[in-house]
């Protein structure tokens, strides 16, 4: 961990070592790993369909298609007028699925991000302290862990009644952090008393520098995949919360196309099933393309596994 | 000893503080059990408003009033004593206790049977890839298994709905049982057709994740001194995989078993709406829509109640199984 002291950098140098880092090799690792490619393929092309969708996409309006029209992209000669049929009130279930997208996307990076933030502070400051304080936030985890999530999230969202996304996903992350909290706890005890620690601790470095210099960068590869499960875990309870009916909404989304479809009964007959299969295979594409993507991560931000690219 | 005692006060005072938390969170909800029942006697009856709000106060005598603070001791003094009030949606007063106590046996059967068929068949699968380590095989279950666990359990559930009630007609599509309760063998095969989709549905969320946990676990026990001088001592390969390997791989994983029993308690509300299965969950979820606050506490109460249970059983079991904690009598967390 030591180093020299450097020249200081030209503004050229700090871009090329910039890109050399984030861009290059994350490049590299993806086109060896093609699990992760695929999945960072799926991923961005949800991203995408987030952000331009509906600038391209008309918004789903009722009474605009003939109600259950099975989906024309699978019929023989295959068009794209309504690629993937319509559903019980007339609207078009493609644009549905595109508009559904940028909410989910919203609560799910949000509440993902949110989730990890905590996680992270209360398990590096219980491991890190340690005592009293560290006795407090762990008695705090166990209640969290206690309590039930889903139901409570239920409870909770009928109290803040938001459409807001973002508002969303905080709530989500209200009973997400602690198991992620109790994690980073132990990482943490068990760097404590490594070597290098120990040393940096008799050089007199400032605990900051410890825990973002030593500390983090150990713990950094697990820490990105656990944005990426606390991701996944909303994109879980917000569309099951929408499923439920249970989530006030604004605009359509693919737990609401879910919710729609099971109580008009669009799971009893084949003519009627695109409409719940749609945003189903909506939700699992998503879900797939993360998992795929978390496959790279460790690889990309473990930096023993990085020299070898 | 000490140990034991410090961990129950403190299971205990877990579940004290979570429904403590819950009783405060509920009762923040708007829209209260009047309201609600007076507004579906006026979307349903086409009743003057004024009217059906009379009418909602005197069918719903159970719900409490007074201060909030005087309601919460009361609800706490009564919780100890295992009284967890009346259920507001029926005006006769039916007392939650009885109303979870129907539904309780019901998530216990689904979620006990899923669970340990997931877990045995989590631990072969596991087992077997772990052997299997770094094959094509391992590799192609690893993905499959990491992708299926992220799948939401209601998507599987409306997928199996579709495929097995539906299309099939293999199994009921809603339900606990369709003859009328007896101790007959018609009347238990009948409840096993009617769970044996919210079972096949748990199965098949869980036990990709056992696979997934029991081959890393088994994988570094693999590594360890003890199993390479095992082999050496030239002791059959049938008992290496089972009582030096098995047994060691087992153990970390069992702590996960405990605790999940809690917490499927809290996942079954997905599975018993899609199944319209009788359960707590399903209680919990209608509770929620009446706005039946005491009936939805107590079932916050069970899943709490569970939930600690299986965590304090799982610190116990960790120590009474693992020969270093139990000799060493303090347990390093």
């Known amino acids: ?309 | 000893m000490r140990w034991f005692i410090k961990r129950a006060i403190s299971a205990f005072l877990t579940v004290y503080v979570a429904v403590t938390i819950t009783f405060f969170v509920v009762r923040s909800m708007p829209g209260n059990p009047i309201q609600a029942l007076a507004m579906a006697l006026v979307q349903q009856l086409y009743m003057p408003y004024d009217t059906a709000l009379r009418i909602a106060e005197a069918a719903t005598p159970f719900v409490p009033k007074g201060p909030i603070w005087e309601q919460y001791f009361r609800y706490m003094y009564n919780f100890f004593r295992g009284n967890l009030g009346y259920s507001i949606s029926y005006s006769t007063g039916v007392p939650v206790t009885q109303l979870l106590a129907s539904a309780i046996p019901w998530t216990v059967l689904v979620v006990a049977t899923s669970l340990v068929i997931s877990f045995g068949l989590g631990i072969l699968i596991g087992m077997l890839m772990a052997y299997k380590h770094g094959s094509k095989f391992d590799s192609v279950l690893a993905v499959t298994f990491s992708i299926i666990r992220s799948i939401p359990a209601y998507v599987i559930a409306l997928i199996f709905l579709i495929i097995f009630a539906f299309q099939l007609n293999l199994f009921p599509t809603g339900g606990a049982y369709s003859v009328p309760p007896s101790f007959s063998l018609r009347f238990i095969a009948d409840v096993l057709w009617h769970a044996a989709l919210p079972i096949i549905t748990w199965v098949f969320i869980n036990f990709g994740g056992w696979a997934l946990s029991m081959r890393g676990s088994t994988i570094s026990v693999l590594g360890e001194d003890y199993i390479a001088y095992a082999q050496a001592r030239g002791l059959p390969s049938r008992r290496i995989i089972i009582t030096y390997v098995g047994k060691n791989a087992i153990l970390p994983i069992f702590t996960q078993f405990m605790l999940s029993l809690g917490f499927m308690f809290g996942g079954s509300i997905f599975i018993e709406y899609i199944f319209s299965y009788p359960g707590v969950g399903y209680m919990l979820y209608q509770a929620i829509v009446k706005r039946d606050w005491f009936l939805m506490l107590g079932a916050f109460d069970v899943i709490v109640i569970a939930v600690a249970i299986g965590t304090f059983l799982a610190d116990m079991l960790y120590g009474f199984l693992d020969p270093r904690v139990r000799r060493g009598g303090e347990v390093g967390r």
């Open chain 1, 1 to 309: 961990m030591s180093r020299e002291v450097a020249p200081p950098l030209t503004m050229k140098e700090i871009i090329k070592s910039f890109l050399e880092d984030w861009v290059v090799i994350p490049a590299k690792i993806l086109v060896r790993n093609k699990k992760a490619l695929a999945g960072f393929i799926i991923t961005l092309g949800y991203i995408i369909m987030a952000v331009v969708g509906p600038h391209i996409v008309p918004y789903p309006k009722n009474y605009t298609c003939p109600i259950y029209l099975p989906p024309t992209l699978f019929k023989w000669p295959p068009s794209l007028a309504h690629p993937l049929g319509c559903d019980y009130f007339g609207a078009d279930i493609w644009s549905e699925i595109v508009w559904g997208a940028p909410s989910i996307l919203q609560i799910a990076f949000t509440a993902g991000f949110i989730t990890t933030i905590v996680g992270i502070t209360v398990g590096m400051v219980a491991g890190f302290l340690g005592g009293k304080v560290d006795a407090g936030l762990m008695t705090a985890t166990d209640i969290v862990m206690v309590i039930p999530g889903l139901p409570l999230l239920i409870v909770l969202s009928t109290v803040i009644r938001s459409t807001n996304p973002f508002v969303i996903g905080a709530i989500l992350s209200v009973t997400a952090w602690a198991g992620l909290a109790r994690s980073i706890r132990s990482q943490v005890l068990s760097l404590r008393n490594r070597e290098f620690i120990e040393a940096a601790k008799a050089l007199g470095l400032p605990t900051r520098h410890i825990v973002f210099r030593e500390i983090m960068p150990n713990i950094m590869s697990y820490i990105a995949i656990n944005f990426i499960f606390a991701t996944t875990g909303a994109i879980y309870s917000s569309v099951g919360l929408y499923f439920l009916g249970m989530l006030p909404f604004s605009t359509v989304n693919w737990g609401i196309m879910l919710n729609w479809a099971y109580t008009q009964g669009a799971l009893s007959s084949l003519s009627t099933i695109h409409y719940i299969l749609a945003p189903i295979i909506a939700i699992v594409g998503f879900q797939t393309g993360l998992i795929l993507f978390s496959y790279a991560i460790d690889e990309m931000f473990n930096p023993r596994l990085r020299t070898e690219v």
